[in-house]
């Protein structure tokens, strides 16, 4: 155990040394419309999960983190446009998306899910996808696993901007429901004055993606290395644990 611990911490020293060698700053991607993974507080500053992973991270790599609000959509064009040098906004790693960009380890893990008014005919199953109109935010995988595999079924996709243009929508009856990530629906929307009458309708989803990790150029292969030296210490210290305590009565690497 001491062994690979001395390993661990030589190699996080050494990509550190490399990262900072480089630049002094990391520009992040974030979409702050997702609680309690990205959001903002009243001050306007930006506060959640994916934000305080992110700050821990650079302070271990002896960066500073430099947080850039785009739509969710225009993360990767602004990736490869050099625009930001990394996307942490709960972003899947999914085979489509490694094609274009290279992914760090993974941060965490969640089932997706659709909400609905209570006592919506969505709760009857798949067969009631006929003629419903499904909200999904745009670029995301919710968007691409619902056009995959339920316009087959009958169901109308409508893409938005924003997460919270999908929740107005469903709140004022434009969308019969919305296919999102589980804790984000809950925690988000469910659990907020916003979310009452709506709920969980169906299984939980499993979209084929390894979790969600930090988005990077292709050749970048030198900073994923620095950050997932970072990561591995973070679950193997703790700091992991006590960031995640801060949101989430679970654990939400999901092992």
Request: net charge neutral.
């Amino acid at each position: 155990m001491k062994l690979s611990l001395m390993i661990l911490t030589a190699a996080l020293t050494f990509s550190c040394g490399v990262f900072a060698a480089e630049s002094g700053t990391l520009r992040l991607g974030i979409d702050p419309s997702y609680p309690p993974m990205d959001s903002k507080a009243p001050d306007g500053s930006l506060k959640g999960f994916d934000v305080d992973l992110g700050n821990e991270i650079c302070r271990r790599i002896q960066a500073r983190c430099q947080w850039v609000e785009l739509e969710f959509s225009g993360m990767i064009p602004a990736l490869q446009a050099r625009k930001i040098d990394a996307i942490l906004s709960s972003m899947a790693i999914t085979q489509k998306r490694e094609q274009q960009i290279l992914f760090t380890s993974k941060l965490f893990q969640f089932k997706s899910r659709l909400i609905a008014r209570q006592g919506s005919p969505l709760a009857a199953g798949l067969q009631a996808l006929s003629g419903k109109q499904i909200g999904v935010q745009s670029g995301t995988q919710f968007e691409g696993y619902a056009l995959t595999n339920w316009v087959p079924l009958g169901a109308h996709v409508v893409a938005y901007k924003s997460q919270d243009e999908v929740f107005a929508d469903l709140q004022n009856g434009r969308l019969d429901g919305a296919l999102l990530g589980s804790v984000e629906a809950d925690f988000g929307f469910l659990r907020t004055p916003a979310g009452r009458g709506f709920a969980f309708v169906g299984e939980p989803l499993s979209m084929g993606d390894r979790g969600t990790g930090i988005g990077l150029r292709k050749d970048e292969t030198a900073i994923q290395a620095s950050i997932n030296a970072a990561i591995a210490a973070m679950l193997k210290d703790g700091t992991y644990a006590q960031i995640a305590k801060k949101y989430f009565d679970f654990d939400p690497y999901g092992n």
